[in-house]
């Protein structure tokens, strides 16, 4: 079947660090990949997504890349703010059906100053 | 991208009542979504409401315990009935937009 596997959080980092969030799926076919962030007391937001094998996505000063050969998404960040501080989502979209969003469980970043 | 609301934004409810959730977009659109984020866990795909005709429900929801209506284009409700602590979860509904799905700021329900 479809999953995605998150690293369990939080993840507690010092501004200007550096940040790697793993990401992990299981899908047949060609999955798109996305990030989605949640910041407090707000809804999912896109972040940035990659659609094909070795696509780049970025925003924002994040970017995570389509590793097809280690079925991996993960997300990096050169240097994180405190304003980052959010609920990161890894999900995938099977490519037999492109609106069934499948989640991975979130890893919430704390950034302090 | 389209801009989503929902009501109640959080609720705390007894065992064995029933709640119902709101959910407004402010444009048309054809499919909507309605998610659970229970705590710790991912979000799960409840069911599918298109306008017009019933709702698809994922393996393991069931009409009778979550029953969606979708009078037009811009407008869905979830109801949670017969509820239980099991059901204590954020519910988020969400559309499909030209690149990706947008989301709602969610439905925190605290069932005691």
């Known amino acids: 079947g479809n999953s995605v596997t998150q690293m369990e959080g939080p993840v507690t980092l010092s501004e200007e660090a550096f940040l790697t969030i793993n990401c992990t799926y299981t899908a047949t076919g060609y999955p798109s990949l996305f990030w989605y962030v949640q910041y407090p007391g707000e809804g999912l937001q896109l972040l940035l997504k990659?659609?094909?094998?070795?696509d780049k996505g970025s925003n924002k000063g994040f970017e995570a890349t389509y590793r097809k050969e280690t079925t991996s998404f993960h997300l990096e960040k050169g240097s994180v703010q405190v304003s980052d501080s959010a609920v990161y989502f890894c999900a995938l979209v099977p490519s037999y059906n492109t609106d069934k969003l499948i989640f991975g469980t979130g890893t919430r970043l704390q950034v302090f100053p | 991208s389209a801009v989503i609301s929902q009501k109640p934004s959080r609720d705390i409810c007894q065992r064995g009542t029933s709640l119902t959730i709101q959910c407004q977009v402010d444009?048309?659109?054809?499919?909507m979504f309605w998610y659970r984020q229970q705590p710790g866990q991912s979000l799960t795909l409840i069911a599918t409401?298109?306008?017009?005709?019933?709702?698809?429900?994922e393996s393991g929801f069931v009409i009778d315990k979550f029953p969606i209506s979708r009078p037009n284009l811009t407008f869905s409700t979830l109801t949670v009935s017969n509820m239980s602590p099991e059901d204590s979860s954020i519910y988020l509904c969400?559309?499909?937009?030209?690149?990706?799905?947008?989301f709602g700021p969610g439905t925190r329900l605290l069932v005691l």
């Open positions: 990659a659609t094909k094998a070795d």
């Open positions: 969400s559309v499909v937009g030209r690149e990706t799905q947008y």
């Open positions: 409401a298109n306008q017009g005709s019933e709702a698809t429900y």
């Open positions: 444009s048309q659109v054809t499919m």
